[in-house]
């Protein structure tokens, strides 16, 4: 007995030595917007956890949208029902870092000291930072784009191959295309939602949503008018319809509509949506201050929300691997959304050659040099605040409101919702 003993201990030694134990961490991840993003997050945890074998993914709930997806989280804070990362809107961190959700992961990237060689530069950390703390890493970033129907371009005499270059050129041709007749609407602008797309054309005019030190309301002032005018103008001029988000994307990828803009974060699935009906092409959005305008970036940041210091361990080495370079080869081809990781975008094992075998998703590429952070609004309003804007914009849509009554309107409500200095 006692030699049978021994033999069972020599070989649980030996199988020990072949295989070592694993302490199983099981980390729990929500994340937003699953039309854009399921096949992603499917595909890089699987990734993940082949070369992670003691750490498991399981997916909470996936939200609709970022608004929907922070109010998510703020309900579970301090419940069994937190998960232990998220991927939050880049321009809801800030009112994340405001309630101390976040874990602060400027501690993990000094323990990491590599991090520039695993393709994440200041710039791109930058991203997912607030007031200089490092709240997240940015994991899918995007920028509004021109998505175009060659085929209804050509129609109504435009030359898709040289598509408009200035608010001008796209009202001139969404009327003709409008023109046309047979069902076809001209343009279709993503103004409902968020205020990312009125964020375009203020940024785009050289504007800002607050002055400097957030104190009043500056996107009333004179970049906001020729925003807003802008839309007044694709209403008025070229017959732009009021569309509900759906029913503009289903016009689109069913040959209805001329123009169209949006996220390149939609591209992959317009690009499959669309198939052979007609030309799809793209293009780089007007500026309406072409030398000083900018652009928002959209996306999102992977965001650490767990206080268990043995999960943190696993979950920043998941946040790494989905903002990394592995991760940033997913979303990019299964997107359209921009590279946020610098090893992937210029490593031939990655990215190198996508681009050039891929020109309709260079137009967001483009675009990189002019984007700039998506204003997150300060205080506890956020999201108030944002829906405030999308609610005045509809009314200049719906052509209920003129431009400066809906921007007069905008800025007194939001002045109101504001944190008091």
Do not use: C
Not at 117 to 127: M, P, R, T, Y
């Amino acid at each position: 007995m006692k030699h049978f003993t021994k033999l069972l201990a020599t070989a649980a030694v030996a199988i020990t030595t072949a295989f070592p134990a694993f302490a199983d961490t099981t980390l729990t991840v929500h994340y937003p917007m699953p039309g854009f993003f399921k096949d992603v997050m499917d595909t890089i945890s699987k990734k993940f956890m082949e070369e992670n074998p003691d750490i498991k993914i399981q997916f909470a709930n996936p939200s609709a949208t970022y608004e929907e997806g922070i109010q998510t989280i703020m309900r579970q804070v301090g419940t069994s029902e937190m998960p232990d990362l998220t991927f939050i809107g880049l321009n809801r961190l800030r009112m994340a870092d405001e309630r101390g959700i976040p874990v602060d992961m400027g501690t993990l990237i000094a323990k990491d000291q590599n991090m520039a060689e695993q393709g994440f530069s200041d710039n791109i950390l930058k991203l997912a930072q607030v007031d200089g703390k490092q709240v997240g890493l940015a994991f899918a970033t995007s920028n509004p784009i021109m998505y175009y129907n060659a085929d209804l371009v050509k129609q109504a005499g435009g030359n898709p191959d040289t598509p408009p270059k200035t608010w001008d050129e796209v009202i001139a041709l969404g009327a003709k295309i409008k023109a046309l007749g047979n069902g076809v609407d001209s343009i279709d602008f993503r103004w409902q939602g968020d205020d990312w797309m009125f964020s375009a054309l203020l940024f785009g005019a050289g504007g800002t949503m607050l002055n400097e030190d957030e104190t009043e309301v500056a996107f009333n002032g004179p970049a906001g008018q020729k925003a807003m005018e802008v839309v007044d103008r694709l209403v008025k001029e070229a017959g732009m319809p009021v569309f509900t988000k759906p029913a503009g994307e289903q016009a689109f990828v069913a040959g209805k509509v001329g123009i169209a803009f949006q996220t390149t974060g939609a591209l992959r699935n317009t690009i499959k949506n669309v198939g052979d009906k007609f030309d799809l092409r793209t293009a780089e959005i007007p500026l309406i201050d072409a030398e000083n305008g900018k652009l928002p970036t959209g996306g999102n940041a992977v965001v650490i929300l767990t206080k268990d210091e043995a999960k943190q361990d696993a979950a920043w080495k998941f946040a790494k691997f989905a903002a990394g370079p592995y991760g940033a080869s997913v979303v990019v081809p299964g997107t359209g959304y921009v590279p946020n990781n610098e090893l992937a975008a210029k490593s031939p094992e990655y990215l190198g050659d996508f681009y050039e075998k891929n020109p309709l998703f260079q137009a967001g590429l483009k675009q990189m040099p002019r984007m700039i952070p998506w204003y997150a609004f300060p205080g506890a309003n956020g999201v108030r605040v944002t829906q405030t804007i999308v609610d005045n914009t509809s009314r200049v849509v719906d052509q209920s409101a003129t431009p400066q009554e809906a921007l007069d309107d905008a800025a007194s409500e939001v002045k109101r919702l504001l944190p008091r200095k």
